[in-house]
């Protein structure tokens, strides 16, 4: 069996290669578990409030009972959680799912048309919604299937008179909340409040039943929701656990969870992995403020922290970060894309924590491969399968190859998904019968069972860890009447890893970049929108007339 997985010999010391997915039945099986072994622990942390795993247990029972006893929602219906890192998400969150809903994680900045895809596509009959993003439901909301709109303000939660005061400030100072109508939306706070004349009632959950509906392009087009079933779930927070359980200590763990948690590293990760340990997760509602990052770092005692490549090379290059004290720092985990060498080597110096790259996709839920935590140095490569998984290199005709050739990554474990939601032929493409799902993502393996990442999915562009699907922004320019062809691709970028570049034939000669941009940005997300714009007279095409984005990327390689 050692020859098939050459990696389980390098295994740190104590971590099996073999999980035991039958300990629990759903996720809230995890999550009453440690409801009643750290019921006076802290749970999460927010703007200085803490709020502890028994008062976690008490809301979310609230919202729960709110969602089956008053809005009569009931097993497998779908529900859209848009927030940011607040304290109302795991409420939210950890209540759905007790209530057996679906939870539909959406991006607080997606565009109306973006949201409207992805309410119409899930089914959602309830959503609740960040006052700040309400004014982009209230644009599309009478399209979609909604008939429960759930408000909230940041400070919410956070007690009087600090929560009122940063309400306040938000709306009428920072203007960060945009006036909105939606007449028959209840606010989160009254929804506990009614919710807590009606007890959580039991709801029996099974591995098959559906937990997530995590929303990605998958390696095309239109973005597909993966089932993530309960049996996933539990299985990858299992497998993260094992990784780390020798390292990590129950009820003792601070974890700053900077990611958002509607990101399938964060959920899983900070989410479930560090709840099971009786962790604390302090959430970064807006990492993007960087100085205020650090101020809140210096605060909390952390433990642990995952991140994406340019958070860490963000903090790194952030006045007083330096200085933090780092030593209860044992834990940092990068993701979501690939962490470079020279940010990872950087981190190790500043912090004395080896900086270890993992490698996972959100159909996956989302670890496939971490490195060791015991790591010395950077080392270059995605690491190791995580226990119960094997990982493959196939070539074209779907044959296994050697060591040391490279090939398509192929998956197999307990984390991978049921499919894509009401996608039967896009799951078909990815997934075949035998449980081996294709990642599109062109890699190699070395005689240790160590993987390494050669080539990313064909077209697509990742920035700051967000996947971004060249058809669809083509899709949007298109829609431009002074657009004849367009093609994007992504180009290297010191800030984000990569940023979107637009190829563009015009069929208004008068059509300008800056025009262009415009347009863009009144219809995609930030990270979505093109950085650069390059006008042609005429794009590469292969014989049977379609564009080839690859030779518009190599030609804007620099000659090795």
């Known amino acids: 069996m050692s020859n098939e997985r050459p990696w389980l010999e390098q295994y740190p010391a104590g971590v099996s290669g073999q999980i035991d997915v039958s300990q629990y039945a759903s996720v809230p099986a995890v999550l009453e578990e440690a409801f009643a072994a750290f019921s006076d622990r802290p749970a999460f942390a927010s703007f200085g409030r803490q709020?502890?795993?028994?008062?976690?247990?008490?809301?979310?029972?609230?919202?729960?009972?709110?969602?089956?006893?008053?809005?009569?929602?009931?097993?497998?219906?779908?529900?859209?959680?848009?927030?940011?890192?607040?304290?109302?998400y795991p409420i939210a969150l950890f209540g759905a799912l007790r209530a057996g809903l679906i939870v539909v994680n959406t991006n607080p900045m997606y565009t109306a048309r973006e949201l409207k895809h992805q309410l119409e596509d899930s089914g959602a009959k309830a959503i609740l919604v960040l006052d700040n993003f309400a004014h982009t439901l209230q644009q599309v909301v009478a399209e979609t299937g909604v008939q429960h709109v759930i408000t909230t303000g940041i400070g919410d939660l956070l007690g009087f008179p600090k929560g009122a005061l940063i309400n306040f400030v938000l709306k009428h100072v920072k203007k960060m909340v945009p006036a909105y109508d939606l007449p028959q939306a209840v606010r989160f706070r009254d929804a506990l409040a009614r919710g807590a004349a009606h007890p959580l009632q039991a709801v029996a959950l099974g591995h098959g039943d559906i937990a997530f509906l995590q929303y990605t392009g998958g390696t095309t087009g239109v973005a597909k929701g993966a089932m993530l079933t309960h049996g996933n779930m539990i299985a990858n927070m299992l497998q993260a656990s094992e990784w780390i359980g020798g390292s990590a200590k129950p009820g003792e763990e601070v974890i700053i969870t900077a990611l958002p948690l509607y990101h399938i590293f964060s959920l899983t990760a900070n989410g479930l992995v560090f709840m099971r340990l009786g962790g604390l997760n302090w959430l970064i509602t807006?990492?993007?403020?960087?100085?205020?990052?650090?101020?809140?770092?210096?605060?909390?005692?952390?433990?642990?922290?995952?991140?994406?490549?340019?958070?860490?090379?963000?903090?790194?290059?952030?006045?007083?970060?330096?200085?933090?004290?780092?030593?209860?720092?044992?834990?940092?985990?990068?993701?979501?894309?690939?962490?470079?060498?020279?940010v990872?080597?950087?981190?190790?110096?500043?912090?004395?924590?080896?900086?270890?790259?993992?490698?996972?996709?959100?159909?996956?839920?989302?670890?496939?491969?971490?490195?060791?935590?015991?790591?010395?140095?950077y080392n270059g490569s995605i690491g190791l399968p995580v226990p119960s998984t094997d990982v493959a290199i196939w070539s074209d005709?779907?044959?296994?190859?050697?060591?040391?050739?490279?090939?398509?990554?192929?998956?197999?474990?307990?984390?991978?998904?049921?499919?894509?939601?009401?996608?039967?032929?896009?799951?078909?493409?990815?997934l075949g019968a035998d449980g081996w799902l294709h990642t599109?993502?062109?890699?190699?393996?070395?005689?240790?069972?160590?993987?390494?990442?050669?080539?990313?999915?064909?077209?697509?562009i990742l920035v700051s860890g967000f996947n971004v699907y060249p058809n669809e922004v083509e899709d949007v320019v298109m829609e431009?009447?002074?657009?004849?062809?367009?093609?994007?691709?992504?180009?290297?970028?010191?800030?984000?890893?990569?940023?979107?570049?637009?190829?563009?034939?015009?069929?208004?000669?008068?059509?300008?970049?800056?025009?262009?941009?415009?347009?863009?940005?009144?219809?995609?997300?930030?990270?979505?929108?093109?950085?650069?714009?390059?006008?042609?007279t005429e794009l590469p095409k292969s014989n049977v007339g379609k564009i080839l984005r690859r030779?518009?990327?190599d030609e804007k390689k620099p000659a090795a």
């Open 440 to 460: 599109g993502d062109i890699a190699r393996m070395d005689e240790h069972g160590y993987f390494y990442i050669v080539d990313r999915k064909k077209d697509m």
């Open 480 to 536: 431009h009447p002074g657009v004849l062809e367009v093609a994007a691709v992504g180009v290297a970028d010191e800030h984000s890893g990569e940023v979107v570049k637009l190829f563009v034939v015009r069929k208004d000669p008068q059509l300008t970049e800056e025009a262009l941009k415009q347009f863009c940005h009144d219809r995609l997300t930030g990270y979505k929108r093109p950085r650069q714009i390059e006008f042609r």
């Open 397 to 430: 005709e779907g044959q296994p190859l050697p060591v040391g050739e490279v090939g398509e990554l192929m998956v197999r474990g307990p984390q991978v998904m049921k499919g894509y939601w009401q996608r039967p032929e896009e799951t078909d493409k990815v």
């Open 51 to 88: 709020l502890s795993y028994g008062q976690i247990d008490a809301m979310s029972r609230q919202f729960a009972g709110y969602l089956t006893g008053v809005l009569k929602l009931g097993k497998g219906d779908r529900i859209a959680i848009m927030m940011p890192n607040v304290l109302q």
């Open 344 to 377: 990872a080597e950087r981190w190790k110096k500043t912090t004395g924590c080896t900086l270890a790259e993992a490698y996972g996709l959100t159909e996956t839920s989302p670890a496939v491969c971490i490195n060791p935590l015991d790591l010395k140095e």
């Open 551 to 553: 030779e518009l990327r």
């Open 286 to 342: 807006n990492p993007r403020d960087m100085p205020g990052f650090v101020k809140e770092l210096r605060k909390s005692g952390f433990t642990a922290l995952t991140g994406v490549n340019t958070l860490f090379n963000g903090l790194l290059n952030t006045p007083g970060f330096a200085e933090l004290d780092f030593s209860k720092l044992h834990l940092t985990l990068g993701g979501g894309m690939a962490v470079q060498r020279a």
